[in-house]
């Protein structure tokens, strides 16, 4: 089977309409795991994307006057195209992220997934009758926006550039995607590929790699109308605060630090599968990481004991073997988990497990007897940790649960799942989950966070349909009326 992608293909380029140099210079694009260079990406600068969002809209406007069968045909394409290159597309995930193979394939079949559901939207009713006191008929239609601005980060780029690329060209917009510097080949360059190999025009999607420089004149372009920013809370902010002086809409799905409630009648065993999953899976680079353990202070002794154990004899390395854990992104990521951890712990918390680390190898970590205020527990740590604080009432956990500025996902682990939805009902957040750890990801489903997290749902289903269209107002009349002057 021919490669999609090789490493000589786009080295020191970006992606517009086809291969092309970057003003900006070049990157290495380097394996976490090893070190060892796997390309080198072009660096965009102001003036691609000013280039890039031109050419996009040049060609937006005839991708938006294909039928919508033409549109979805490119997507099906796509999404089979990504099941049928599987195996490469693993590959770049695991060596550009330091995923492991498990966490790869699943990044390839949601991938796959988001283009099939995309496929599916094209061909969704474009608007609905409205009722009108007058003799006309009334409608609203769904248009594209136009040029669509996606920026996404380095943990799961495959599938958080694809859950806002599909969408948005199966409505008929063009695209301009930035994706973090350290991951342009999963995170871009290939979507980018495949969808060229599926039909889709020339000039109709863009690839920049680039740093703060190339998303800060993405969000400021004259052509870009809507931005959809998958990041850091912090991040988002900025590019929020960025677009409103330019009047752009903005979709935000930022940060998180999920509770996990185990209350006093859970099943320890499972819950402490399930918590270890949550909180160390991607070595908890995700953004619905089990952040926070709340644990009912009956089973809080034999919960630590059982999930340090657990944590203990969890492999970590090159996550091309057989290992639960891989690398984190890079030193700088490392040092910040290293000293959340080690403030925590200075302010009175037990280390019950890990802490320690070698490279960019970091043990998954247990920290009990935390307080709200330590550092591990307020923040996000965007690594394999677990802070554990125990709890003596259902109101004190509901309390604990709630007392965040971030509001993404939530577990709560009982042996009665209508207890579990009920206290859900009392703890503000986009995504809940009974009788599961918080990470988990589905094309079909809505997803999104509130707070810091985010601004709501804004991928999956009818959601897309919101996000990456405008509604327009339209009536007809049969003759024109008369009017008082």
Not at 159 to 176: E, K, Y
Not at 392 to 407: F, H, P
């Amino acid at each position: 089977m021919t490669a999609v992608l090789d490493p000589g293909t786009f080295a020191g380029s970006v992606y517009s309409g086809g291969w092309i140099p970057a003003h900006g210079g070049i990157a290495p694009i380097v394996a976490p795991a090893t070190g060892a260079e796997l390309g080198t990406t072009g660096v965009a600068d102001a003036d691609d994307v000013a280039e890039a969002c031109s050419a996009a809209a040049t060609a937006q406007r005839d991708w938006a006057a294909a039928s919508f069968a033409d549109r979805a045909a490119v997507l099906r394409r796509a999404g089979a195209l990504i099941e049928e290159h599987a195996e490469e597309l693993r590959g770049w995930v695991v060596r550009e992220t330091g995923a492991i193979t498990g966490l790869a394939a699943f990044a390839v079949g949601v991938a796959a997934q988001e283009c099939y559901e995309a496929a599916a939207l094209a061909s969704r009713p474009p608007g609905e009758i409205l009722p009108t006191t007058e003799q006309r008929l009334s409608l609203l239609r769904r248009v594209p926006v136009g040029v669509v601005g996606v920026i996404s980060p380095f943990n799961v780029p495959l599938i958080l550039s694809t859950r806002s690329v599909a969408p948005a060209l199966a409505l008929g917009n063009a695209v301009v995607l930035k994706p973090d510097l350290r991951t342009p080949v999963s995170g871009g360059f290939a979507i980018a590929q495949l969808l060229a190999q599926a039909g889709l025009p020339d000039g109709v999607l863009h690839v920049l790699p680039g740093g703060a420089e190339a998303g800060g004149a993405l969000v400021e372009d004259p052509y870009v109308r809507l931005v959809s920013f998958t990041g850091s809370s912090q991040t988002g902010r900025a590019v929020a605060e960025l677009a409103a002086r330019h009047l752009k809409r903005v979709h935000l799905e930022l940060g998180g630090n999920s509770a996990l409630i185990v209350l006093d009648d859970a099943d320890i065993d499972r819950a402490v599968s399930a918590a270890a999953w949550g909180s160390y899976l991607h070595q908890g680079q995700i953004c619905m990481t089990t952040g926070r353990h709340l644990v009912h202070e009956e089973v809080a002794d034999s919960y630590v004991e059982a999930l340090a154990a657990h944590a203990q004899a969890l492999p970590v390395g090159d996550p091309t073997g057989e290992v639960a854990l891989g690398p984190l992104i890079d030193a700088t990521q490392r040092d910040k988990v290293h000293e959340l951890v080690t403030s925590t712990v200075d302010a009175g918390a037990r280390l019950a497990a890990g802490g320690t680390y070698e490279d960019l190898f970091y043990r998954p970590t247990v920290l009990d007897r935390v307080r709200t205020d330590m550092p591990a527990y307020a923040n996000e740590v965007f690594g394999p940790v677990a802070p554990i604080v125990r709890f003596r009432s259902v109101e004190e956990a509901v309390r604990l649960a709630a007392d965040s500025t971030y509001g993404l996902a939530l577990s709560i682990l009982t042996a009665d799942a209508m207890r579990g939805l009920a206290l859900a009902e009392q703890i503000p957040t986009g995504i809940v989950h009974i009788n599961d750890q918080t990470v988990n990801d589905e094309a079909v489903a809505p997803f999104g966070g509130v707070l810091d997290s985010g601004t709501g749902a804004r991928f999956g289903g009818s959601a897309n349909l919101d996000a990456f269209t405008e509604s327009r107002w339209i009536t007809l009349r049969g003759q024109i009326p008369e009017y008082p002057f």
